[in-house]
Each structure stands twice: as structure tokens, then as C-alpha cells.
């Protein structure tokens, strides 16, 4: 029932900026955290982001300083703005919900960086 969808992915250059939105529909109670994975071609699911209902934020040591995930105001959407890319934030990004305790998925957008 409940259903996410990102959006904002597309190719960037090197040292370049994007900004990633996911929005939540459905029946939605008790959010206990949002966050976003990536994952590049032939490796695994990788965590990158984290919201978290108490409104406290943590990052992966490979994007801490460059990425920043934040919430909007109707508190169902997500972003991640991502600063300084390199060519290995290569991936396709997913956001994740935890919803009463049961973790929900995007669909993915990809995210290419390259010159």
C-alpha cells in the first residue's frame, strides 16, 4: 500500500552537485526512520544516509562531508544533496522508509558521474 518514488537522478561531471527527492503515498502511521542506499554495478547494496525520527542524521564515511540528507516539510519526502561527486558515487540510488517497524523501497534513479 505504501509506495515511494525518487526522483533527480541524471549525469553530472566530476566535483558537480545533485539533489535527490524521494515522496512517500499510502497508508502511512509511524515513520521510524528514512534513508537512502546505492548500489553500483556488480556490488552490493550499500547504506549511504540516515534520518532518523528524532530528527538525528548520520552518513557513510565515503560521503560524510559531501552528502547532507534532510527532510521536507510535509514529512513524508526525503532529499539528498550531494556535493563534491566523484566518479565512484556512480549508482543507482534507492530511499528507504521504515514504517512501523517494515522497511519500504524506491524504485531507484541513477546517478552517473563522469566527464
Known amino acids: 500500500q505504501v509506495q515511494l518514488v525518487e526522483s533527480g537522478g541524471g549525469l553530472v561531471q566530476p566535483g558537480g552537485s545533485l539533489r535527490l527527492s524521494c515522496a512517500a503515498s499510502g497508508s502511512i502511521f509511524n515513520i521510524n526512520s528514512m534513508g537512502w542506499y546505492r548500489q553500483a554495478p556488480g556490488k552490493q547494496r550499500e547504506w549511504v544516509a540516515v534520518f532518523t525520527s528524532g530528527g538525528s542524521t548520520n552518513y557513510a564515511d565515503s560521503v560524510k562531508g559531501r552528502f547532507t540528507i534532510s527532510r521536507g516539510n510535509a514529512k513524508n519526502t526525503v532529499y539528498l544533496q550531494m556535493n563534491s561527486l566523484k566518479p565512484e558515487d556512480t549508482a543507482v540510488y534507492y530511499c528507504?522508509?521504515?514504517?512501523?517497524?517494515?522497511?519500504?523501497w524506491g524504485q531507484g534513479t541513477q546517478v552517473t558521474v563522469s566527464s
Open positions: 528507504n522508509f521504515v514504517i512501523n517497524h517494515y522497511n519500504y
